[in-house]
Nanobody, 124 residues
Framework: QEQLVESGGGLVQAGGSLRLSCAAS????????MGWFRQALGKEREFVAD????????YYADSVKGRFAISRDNAKNTIYLQMNSLKPGDPAVYFC?????????????????WGPGTHVTVSS
């Protein structure tokens, strides 16, 4: 059974950093995409970053470009989201998502598998 499990969320001061991890089990997504979305209270789930497993091309939402970095570890079947310079607008539940084929239009419904989410809180 395919499963995605996030870890690494928590409380951090504004300007600080966190690194999220997402471990995939049950299958690999070597021909697809994996990424991160976030959802703040009362808001819709929004795209954050995405990586194509084959080739490693990365994509980012404008709101996180230059601050966040997505990466992958093939051997561990894991992706990461390094979040730097965290802002008051960044707090949300962060979800890992995966698709068995490459995602071009990075909207939530294009991803077939989801983790349960991890909370990120930023204090001012």
């Amino acid at each position: 059974q395919e499963q995605l499990v996030e870890s690494g969320g928590g409380l951090v001061q504004a300007g600080g950093s966190l690194r999220l991890s997402c471990a995939a089990s049950g299958r690999t997504f070597s021909r697809g995409s994996m990424g991160w979305f976030r959802q703040a209270l009362g808001k819709e789930r929004e795209f954050v970053a995405d990586i194509r497993w084959n080739g490693g091309d990365t994509y980012y939402a404008d709101s996180v470009k230059g601050r966040f970095a997505i990466s992958r570890d093939n051997a561990k079947n894991t992706i990461y989201l390094q979040m730097n310079s965290l802002k008051p607008g960044d707090p949300a539940v962060y979800f890992c998502a995966a698709a068995p084929s490459v995602v071009v239009h990075r909207v939530a419904y294009k991803y077939d598998y989801w983790g349960p989410g991890t909370h990120v809180t930023v204090s001012s």
